[in-house]
């Protein structure tokens, strides 16, 4: 079975080691998902399982997402990701995955939707450099220049001013330093992207640290 929940960033906190030492933490509210899909290779020229996260009311749920999970005998769900698996035999539809896949000490990948940080200069966005901030001087926060005298024009990848933030954001072989099943949560050592209230996704990792 796959290692992959999704979640709920809660926040950060801190915790002592049993040596004394103080770890930064994040608190994820993680599952419980429920299986609403199974693909398999015959119907669908694949084999994974889709995972929902997040029970909605029924007065809340639209008819395809009702009637897609009456499927699996789950409630409405409000987020959904599909997981490739090789094998698909271990599942059944409605299983329900908590925070019990994962235990202390395992390695996770954690992907979440960065904080948005509106339009930016080229020295917030890609930390440029500023010009001489001395009287006369035009330049303090402008950014460089922007084309070549031949061909006359900008080329492709230009560092500019626009958007930043509010991008999908991946950290990698983040440590899991407690498992809290009662309630459903995961501390998970350091920062993860996004707000408060963000929507995470929570693997087992691809690379070993």
């Known amino acids: 079975m796959p290692k992959a929940l999704l979640g709920k960033k809660l926040g950060m906190t801190q915790v002592f080691s049993p040596e004394g ?10 599952g419980p998902c429920h299986i609403t899909q199974i693909k398999s290779a015959e119907n ?8 929902g996260f997040g029970e909605l009311k029924a007065a809340k749920a639209n008819k395809p997402t009702s009637g897609h999970c009456a499927v699996a005998k789950v409630a409405p769900q409000r987020y959904f990701k599909e997981l490739r698996t090789s ?19 395992d390695k996770v990948d954690i ?9 930016a200069g080229t020295i917030k966005r890609w930390n ?17 220049s922007a084309g070549a005298k031949g061909p006359a024009r900008v080329f492709k990848g230009k560092q500019s001013p626009g958007h930043l933030g509010h991008e999908k954001v991946t950290i990698q072989n983040l440590e899991i330093v407690r498992v809290d099943s009662e309630r459903n949560l995961l501390l998970v050592k350091g920062a993860v992207p996004g707000p408060k209230e ?3 996704f929570i693997k087992g990792a691809i690379k070993s640290a």
């Open 21 to 30: 030492r103080l770890i930064p933490v994040t608190v994820i509210a993680a």
């Open 44 to 51: 669908d020229g694949y084999t994974a399982v889709q995972i």
């Open 87 to 105: 094998g698909i035999s271990d599942y059944t539809l409605g299983q329900e995955l908590t925070v019990e896949l994962f235990a202390a000490g």
């Open 111 to 119: 992907s979440g939707i960065s904080k948005g940080k509106g339009f």
């Open 128 to 144: 440029d450099s500023r010009g001489p901030m001395s009287h006369g001087s035009k330049n303090h926060r402008r950014p460089a």
């Open 198 to 200: 963000g929507l995470l």
